[in-house]
C-alpha cells in the first residue's frame, strides 16, 4: 500500500513539474509600460535623430483617435504622440484587465492604422501608416507602434524588457 502511494505520489510530482516548466515568454502582468517605451526608443539606430513624442492623456483627444478604447478595462495604458498630428509617429501602450478584450483593442489599434493610411490629404504621412505601423500583442498587452521610415520596430515589443 506504502509502494501503491509513493508510486502515485511520484507521479503526481512529477506531473506538476513539467506543468510548471512551461515557458511563457510574455511579459508578466503589471509590468509598467514605460519599460517598453523606453526599450522601442533604445532600439533605434545610433545615427537615427532622436524620437520627440509627448505623453498624451486628453481623454477626448484619446477617444478621437481610439474610438471605443475608453469602453474597454485597461490595468494601464500609456499614449505617446508626436509634436506634429499629421507625422506618422505613435506608440500606445495598453495592458487590458480582460483576455476576452484584447481582440477588440487589437481591432481598434488597427482601425487607427488604416485610417492613417487612407489620409487623401496627407499622402506621405499615409505611406507612412501604411508601410511603417503595426499592432502587436502579448497576453493581455497590446502595443499599436508607427515609426518614420529609418526608425526600428522591434519584432516583439514585449519581449524587451
Not at 13 to 23: D, I, N, P, V, Y
Not at 44 to 72: C, M, R, T, V
Not at 100 to 106: C, E, I, P, R
Not at 107 to 123: H, M, T
Request: charged content about 15%; some cysteine.
Amino acid at each position: 500500500m506504502k509502494k501503491i502511494i509513493s508510486t502515485v505520489l511520484i507521479v503526481m510530482l512529477s506531473l506538476t513539474l513539467f506543468a510548471c516548466g512551461k515557458a511563457d515568454n510574455g511579459p508578466k502582468p503589471g509590468t509598467p509600460l514605460e519599460t517598453f517605451y523606453e526599450a522601442i526608443l533604445a532600439a533605434q539606430p545610433e545615427d537615427a535623430e532622436a524620437l520627440i513624442f509627448f505623453e498624451e492623456s486628453n481623454p477626448a483627444l484619446i477617444d478621437s483617435f481610439y474610438a471605443g478604447l475608453d469602453k474597454i478595462a485597461l490595468s494601464q495604458q500609456a499614449f505617446y504622440m508626436p509634436p506634429i498630428a499629421t507625422h506618422p509617429c505613435e506608440i500606445v501602450l495598453v495592458e487590458v484587465k480582460d483576455a476576452a478584450d484584447v481582440q477588440a483593442v487589437v481591432d481598434i489599434f488597427q482601425a487607427r492604422i488604416d485610417l492613417g493610411a487612407d489620409n487623401v490629404a496627407y499622402p506621405e504621412s499615409a505611406a507612412g501608416w501604411s508601410l511603417y505601423a503595426q499592432v502587436q500583442q502579448s497576453g493581455n498587452f497590446v502595443g499599436m507602434i508607427v515609426l518614420p521610415e529609418a526608425y526600428t520596430i522591434p519584432e516583439d515589443v514585449f519581449a524587451l524588457q
